[in-house]
């Protein structure tokens, strides 16, 4: 196995994002380099505790239970953490930053002995892929996550008698929990009301789909907690029930709807499949139910609203405030645009002169974000920080408090003086039960709100926090998505689009740029003699050394593994060449007092090297590799009439290797 056919595969299996495709590459790769007959490649799924075959598409047969006790060769090699064989079989975990992250297993091996060495040298190559392909699957079922909590969020302006209200949640929720039936049922007058079924992927009219077993369930859930029952036919009270009986369904996970008025009814999921549900899958059902309940919970209160009002104008203005608010919180996941278009819309569906509204930040503390209609005094003295200090207590409370000339804290003392403003109301802004935030709304002549009045403003506050904290996921997820989890720098994918535009603006003003790819020494070497945790600070100091070296306008990404690469903007190849010694030294100067690896560069410079992100890749890491070559622990830069200009003399701070095993 040559260093070549190791890259190679390392970036065959980088460019797959296909799973079945990956197990067939790794499958593929490890018959041929050890001679098996055949081989089976596992992903472990650490949050359903699988161990999921990625070579035969979904076949349940080929998943293995990490709680089932089973003696299954690959099994016992993710339990022991190391290879284990079994007549000329031979398993072998695959782990990452050590974190196991699955198996291969190869069959028909005739020299197990060589078998296990050559998998040895293979086994980092296969556990990044699967790393990858793992860390793909987690982001895309965060995406589909946060599209469900999006959607449900614009739902909430929906009418609950609607089909097209549940056909769109049935299509989202059956994205992300199995199951064969599924029931929404709350609770009115002791009496069960079914608000929704679904029966293998079919709607059914609510008023056909009440079962004896129904008030069965709302009693369980009625405590507020999740319930599942593995097996519906060993209890009487549901073996009794024609319907469940006839339908085969042996286990359900139900979950309660609970809202600010308590548990107001269920979220039941069925399955023909004995114990199909566990623990783990309560916390993702709680979250749907929470957004539910708000939905259900929130578009009952407008139709009880609406039908206790007798002033129609009133309750048309209730009505358009809700939809108005709703419709602009889904508009845009840009949190202070968000919050700006809000306010603005509440002041003005309202009928208010001016508001503003307070978020949390990370370290507890309120910040003013946004304000309208103050005056610049006004706005001043909320965005101090020794007034928020002082006043901000005040606001902090589970329900809406009313603001006037007579209650007024010292803090807002400036704000009800003659001329000001007569009437206030502080709306706490919250999700889950806690609060996040505040909205501030001011008037000069309001003096009390109608009942009506209060509770919709409450549920626009409830409704702002439930954005603030989608917008902030969403945020996090794109964080996660553009950034190297480790280092924090930008990741690969990232670093190649940055560079397409960086490329493509040179070409339009005929501007310089240059890319510096840098590897550290003996990186392996300093892994295995320190540990992998000391591997993970060397590469996390490094990245901190390399962000904060170079401008704001330069772009740092982690490459892949011990590699880094730098896009130093506007600037010459003499300029490059300076920034690359800079960092280079800097590295060199960790290792003073402590023992630290030094770092190899490799230089390609647009457009005097190459006018293509590839091509100017490709030089940089020949540059690289003649770096290594050298000895280590210098810039190389080729330019166009190939030479080789080195800037540093060999200075050895671990054992020289060869560069075909660039983890060394």
């Known amino acids: 196995m040559s260093a070549l056919e190791i890259a190679q595969l390392t970036t065959q299996l980088a460019a797959t994002e ?61 339990d022991s953490r190391r290879s284990v ?43 990044l892929a699967l790393v990858q392909l793992a860390t793909r699957q987690e982001m895309l079922y965060q995406w589909r996550f946060l599209e469900v909590i999006t959607t449900l969020n614009w739902l909430i302006t929906s009418d609950l008698e609607s089909r097209e209200f549940y056909d769109a949640l049935h299509q989202l929720i059956k994205g992300l929990i199995d199951y064969d039936w599924m029931k929404i049922l709350v609770t009115e007058q002791n009496s069960v009301k079914v608000l929704a079924f679904f029966r293998d992927g079919e709607a059914v009219a609510p008023d056909d789909a009440v079962q004896p077993s129904d008030k069965t369930l709302t009693a369980r859930f009625a405590a507020g907690y999740p319930d599942i029952i593995e097996d519906l036919q060993a209890i009487p009270e549901f073996a009794g029930d024609a319907l469940l009986g006839q339908a085969n369904l042996r286990s359900v996970l139900m979950v309660p709807l609970v809202a600010k008025s308590g548990v107001i009814g269920g979220l039941c999921f069925y399955s023909r499949e ?13 979250q749907l139910a929470g957004q539910l309940a708000t939905v259900i919970e929130n578009t009952l209160l407008i139709r009880e609203m609406a039908r206790k009002n007798r002033e129609i104008e009133e309750s048309h203005r209730r009505l358009a405030t809700l939809n108005a608010i709703a419709e602009t919180l889904t508009r845009s996941l840009d949190l202070e645009l968000v919050l700006r278009e809000v306010l603005g819309k509440v002041i003005e569906v309202a009928d208010w002169d001016a508001g503003a509204i307070f978020l949390q930040q990370q370290d507890k503390s309120f910040a003013l974000s946004v304000f309208k209609g103050l005056s610049d005094g006004h706005a001043q003295h909320l965005a101090d920080e020794q007034n928020r200090a002082t006043g901000m207590g005040y606001f902090l409370k589970n329900e809406p408090v009313a603001v006037t000339a007579d209650n007024a804290p010292p803090f807002l003392n400036a704000f009800f003086v003659p001329g000001a403003f007569s009437f206030g109301i502080s709306v706490p802004l919250k999700h889950k039960k806690e609060v996040g935030g505040t909205l501030l709304l001011f008037d000069r002549e309001k003096q009390e709100l109608s009942l009506q009045e209060w509770e919709v403003l409450e549920a626009v506050g409830n409704q702002i926090g439930v954005a603030v904290e989608n917008a902030r996921l969403y945020h996090k997820v794109k964080l996660m998505a553009e950034h190297d989890a480790l280092t924090g720098l930008f990741n690969r994918h990232k670093f190649f689009s940055l560079l397409d535009m960086e490329l493509m603006r040179c070409q339009r003003y005929k501007a310089k740029c240059g890319i510096l790819l840098l590897d550290i020494d003996h990186f392996k070497d300093y892994n295995d003699t320190f540990g992998h945790p000391a591997g993970d600070e060397c590469l996390k100091r490094a990245a901190r050394i390399f962000k904060d070296s170079v401008r704001n306008t330069d772009v740092t ?23 690359a010694e800079r960092l280079r030294r800097k590295i060199e100067a960790e290792g003073q007092n402590e023992p630290f690896p030094t770092v190899s560069i490799g230089m390609a410079i647009y457009p005097d090297d190459a006018i293509s992100a590839q091509n100017l890749l490709l030089i940089a890491d ?41 983890n060394l």
């Open 18 to 78: 296909d799973s079945s495709l990956i197990g067939e590459l790794v499958a593929k790769a490890a018959v041929g380099f050890t001679g098996a007959t055949g081989a089976r490649v596992y992903l472990l799924n650490r949050a359903e505790g699988l161990l999921v075959s990625l070579l035969d598409k979904g076949d349940k047969a080929q998943q293995l239970s990490l709680h089932s006790g089973g003696t299954a060769l690959p099994l016992l090699a993710l």
């Open 85 to 127: 064989r079994a007549g000329s079989d031979l398993a072998v975990p695959l782990s990452f930053a050590d974190r196991e992250v699955g198996v291969v297993v190869i069959e028909g091996v005739a020299d197990l002995e060589a078998a296990e060495q050559e998998m040895n040298r293979l086994r980092g190559v296969f556990a």
């Open 557 to 579: 990404a982690r490459y892949g593994g011990e590699e880094f690469v730098v896009l130093v903007v506007e600037t010459n190849a003499q300029g490059v060449l300076a920034v």
């Open 622 to 662: 020949n540059a690289l590799y003649t770096a290594k070559r050298l000895g280590r622990n210098r810039t190389v830069w080729r330019d166009t009439v190939q030479t080789i200009t080195v800037t540093r003399e060999v200075n050895e701070g671990f054992p020289a290797v060869d560069r075909r095993n660039r």
């Open 274 to 286: 004995k114990g199909k549900y566990a623990e783990k899958d309560s916390p993702l059902a709680q």
